[in-house]
């Protein structure tokens, strides 16, 4: 069965310090990816995601992700972490079962940040 | 565009009682999600709708779990004969249709049930 695996349960960083989280999937062939973030009382919101092509990808908030086939991860990062980036942040992958495409989501790291 | 709505926003109900929860999608999208969330877990796919057809629905939990979407606009979910289990945060998402898998959800804020 397809997984994801966010490995990390909390992250602490101090604000200006950079962020690497996790994540790993379990899947036959290429999925899509996505990373979405959610703030407390809010909707889950795309910060980013893979098909196919450059596997370095941009996306909102000076977010960045790389995908890496050969260890099936696809890791979030951002250079300088912002107090107002603490939040719970999930990997996702989507993938065909049956004729449908299915999402499958990762339990979520949640990230603090220090002043 | 509003984005996408959930009522309630918070519902507390006694064990063996129905509940339904509405899901206003944005209007031009016709691809509708209901996900279930419990404490410390990610989002967990229940169904999903294109228009007014359900496309998936072996993922509801049980049978207690229903959904509609009648008009191919705003959707419902129901759970009968609730359980304490039933606790947890629904959400609800909608997006436009692109290629299959690849598109972008847009979340509502989810609806709290407290199941007494």
């Known amino acids: 069965a397809q997984s994801v695996t966010q490995p990390d349960i909390h992250i602490t960083v101090s604000e200006g310090a950079s962020l690497e989280l996790r994540c790993n999937y379990s899947y036959g062939a290429t999925p899509y990816l996505f990373w979405y973030v959610q703030s407390p009382g809010q909707g889950l919101q795309l910060l980013l995601k893979?098909?196919?092509?450059?596997?370095l990808v941009q996306g909102i908030k000076g977010f960045e992700a790389e995908f890496k086939r050969s260890q099936s991860s696809f890791n979030l990062r951002k250079p300088s972490v912002h107090w107002s980036d603490a939040a719970e942040y999930f990997c996702a992958v989507v993938h065909a079962s049956g004729g449908s495409y299915i999402p499958t989501f990762g339990r979520g790291t949640s990230l603090i940040v220090h002043p | 565009d509003t984005g996408v709505s959930q009522d309630p926003r918070h519902k507390i109900t006694k064990r063996g009682q129905n509940v339904t929860f509405r899901c206003d999608p944005i209007?031009?999208?016709?691809?509708l999600y209901w996900y279930r969330q419990t404490l410390g877990q990610g989002p967990e796919f229940l169904t999903y709708f294109q228009n007014e057809a359900q496309l998936e629905k072996s993922r509801l939990l049980s049978d207690r779990f229903s959904a509609e979407r009648p008009k191919g606009s705003f959707s419902t979910l129901e759970i009968q004969r609730t359980e304490q289990g039933d606790s947890a945060m629904y959400l609800c998402?909608?997006?436009?249709?692109?290629?299959?898998?690849?598109?972008?959800?847009?979340f509502g804020p989810g609806t709290r049930l407290l199941v007494l």
């Open positions: 209007s031009e999208h016709n691809r």
């Open positions: 998402a909608s997006s436009p249709h692109l290629r299959e898998g690849r598109e972008t959800q847009y």
């Open positions: 893979y098909f196919s092509g450059d596997t």
